[in-house]
């Protein structure tokens, strides 16, 4: 053990440092070792963590995709249209999901503060996904949202807005 130190202590001397220097770049050399090995386990943490749960609703046309969506309807002749709402769970763990479905000529926020025209309840496992059509009618003239808004169950008990919708843009015409 001795002579590996003197050796080292020749090796210092060699290269100019000698005393209290020595120890100065012993700390300087320990402290970058401690750094690396700090940033190394945080960048590792950061790059391996577990993705936080999510849940997803999405929309697709008559024909199941996501192509020809209705823009305009004609008021008592052509008012009612299919689309494909589907829901999608990620978080981990099973979970009761409530889509609402609202109509509205005035969307400012969300979730959409109207009363939703229909509703549906779903439970779905972990990695699980549910699709539904739906049948949406709209006689009055004028611009509209059809909004899908997404809720899921707390643990308070009650539904909360998951900030997930879909918005489809419609106007109804008068017949031509």
């Known amino acids: 053990?001795?002579?590996?130190?003197?050796s080292a202590r020749g090796i210092g001397r060699k290269i100019g440092l000698n005393g209290d220097k020595g120890y100065g770049?012993?700390?300087f050399l320990a402290l970058i070792i401690v750094s690396a090995i700090t940033i190394g386990y945080y960048a590792y943490y950061q790059f391996n963590a577990k993705p936080e749960g999510y849940s997803t609703i999405h929309l697709l046309d008559a024909q199941?995709?996501?192509v020809e969506y209705p823009e305009v309807l004609v008021a008592n002749q052509n008012s009612t249209f299919n689309v494909y709402v589907s829901v999608e769970n990620h978080?981990?763990?099973a979970s009761q999901y409530q889509v609402l479905m609202k109509i509205t000529d005035n969307l400012s926020t969300f979730p959409?503060?109207?009363?939703?025209?229909e509703f549906f309840e779903v439970n779905l496992g972990n990695d699980e996904s549910w699709e539904k059509q739906v049948t949406v009618s709209q006689n009055q003239v004028g611009s509209y949202s059809v909004v899908f808004e997404?809720?899921?169950?707390?643990?308070?008990?009650t539904y909360e807005f998951t900030?997930?919708?879909c918005v489809l843009k419609i106007q109804?015409?008068?017949d031509i």
């Open 25 to 27: 770049v012993a700390v």
């Open 112 to 117: 959409v503060n109207v009363p939703a025209n």
């Open 1 to 6: 053990m001795r002579i590996q130190l003197e």
């Open 64 to 66: 199941k995709q996501a």
């Open 172 to 174: 109804v015409i008068r």
């Open 150 to 157: 997404l809720w899921r169950l707390g643990d308070s008990g």
């Open 91 to 93: 978080m981990g763990e």
């Open 163 to 165: 900030h997930n919708f």
